[in-house]
Nanobody, 117 residues
Framework: QVQLVESGGGLVQAGGSLRLSCAASGRAFSSYTMGWFRQAPGKEREFVAA???????YYTDSVKGRFTISRDNVKNTVHLQMNSLKPEDTAVYYC???????????WGQGTQVTVSS
């Protein structure tokens, strides 16, 4: 079992930056692929970024070049550095963990990111 808690969300002006963090509890954190998803009001949850056990990272096209995902397997944390934020990035951001490629078994409660123009 893995428990995930996100933090670091807030209100930022367009063009600004935020760094989201996800703290994990439970065994075998390093065995999981970690991902970030987001959901804007009235829209479906969408994939943002993921980082595999190997350290390979993946991003949705809309955030490439602006967001960076990283993990620290010693501290059991995953981060999402978000730069050059746009109003379209406004959403609740969720941390997720999964043991199989493309699947996520555990989810955090989310942290709100609001980007004003």
């Amino acid at each position: 079992q893995v428990q995930l808690v996100e933090s670091g969300g807030g209100l930022v002006q367009a063009g600004g930056s935020l760094r989201l963090s996800c703290a994990a509890s439970g065994r075998a954190f390093s065995s999981y692929t970690m991902g970030w998803f987001r959901q804007a009001p009235g829209k479906e949850r969408e994939f943002v970024a993921a980082i595999a056990r190997s350290g390979n990272s993946y991003y949705t096209d809309s955030v490439k070049g602006r967001f960076t995902i990283s993990r620290d397997n010693v501290k059991n944390t995953v981060h999402l550095q978000m730069n050059s934020l746009k109003p379209e990035d406004t959403a609740v951001y969720y941390c997720a963990a999964g043991l199989s490629y493309g699947t996520y078994d555990y989810w955090g409660q989310g942290t709100q990111v609001t980007v004003s123009s």
